[in-house]
C-alpha cells in the first residue's frame, strides 16, 4: 500500500487560491500514478486530476479545467495541486492517492482515476473552505 500525507488546505474567499500537497511515506511512490480527489457530506468521492511517475501528463476533469494544476517533484516524493480562481463548490475534502494496480499511467485519462477511487488506499485528506 501506498501512504500519502495531504496538506495545504484552509479557508479562503472566492478567487482566491490555495496549494495543496501530498507527500508520500514510502520511497517507492514516485514510480505510481497518482490523483487528487474531491468529496462533500452527503456525495461521492470523485477524482479531480491525476498525473503519471514522471510528471509530463496530466488529466483534469472539466469542472477544474484551466484553473486547476496537478504537479509532482519527484526528487522528494510529493504531488502538487495548484487551485486557482477557486469557487464555493470546490469546497469540501481533498485526498490523495496511487494507482496501485497499473502503477503509473502514461495517459491519464477519467478511467485512471476512477481505478484509483477503487483500489486506493485513502489517508485523512485536507479541507477546503471557498466563501463567496
Known amino acids: 500500500q501506498v501512504h500519502f500525507v495531504e496538506s495545504g488546505g484552509g479557508s479562503v474567499q472566492a478567487g482566491r487560491s490555495l496549494r495543496l500537497s501530498c507527500a508520500a511515506s514510502?520511497?517507492?511512490?514516485?514510480?505510481?500514478?497518482v490523483g487528487w480527489f474531491h468529496q462533500v457530506p452527503g456525495k461521492e468521492r470523485e477524482g479531480v486530476a491525476a498525473i503519471d511517475s514522471t510528471g509530463g501528463n496530466s488529466y483534469y476533469r472539466d469542472s477544474v479545467k484551466g484553473r486547476f494544476t496537478i504537479s509532482r517533484d519527484t526528487a522528494k516524493n510529493v504531488v502538487f495541486l495548484q487551485m486557482n480562481s477557486l469557487k464555493p463548490e470546490d469546497s469540501g475534502m481533498y485526498y490523495c492517492?496511487?494507482?496501485?494496480?497499473?502503477?503509473?499511467?502514461?495517459?491519464?485519462?477519467?478511467?485512471?482515476?476512477?481505478?484509483?477511487?477503487?483500489?486506493?488506499?485513502w489517508g485523512q485528506g485536507t479541507q477546503v473552505s471557498v466563501s463567496s
Open positions: 514510502t520511497h517507492s511512490s514516485g514510480a505510481f500514478c
Open positions: 492517492a496511487a494507482d496501485e494496480v497499473s502503477f503509473d499511467c502514461p495517459v491519464p485519462t477519467s478511467a485512471t482515476l476512477n481505478r484509483i477511487l477503487t483500489f486506493g488506499t
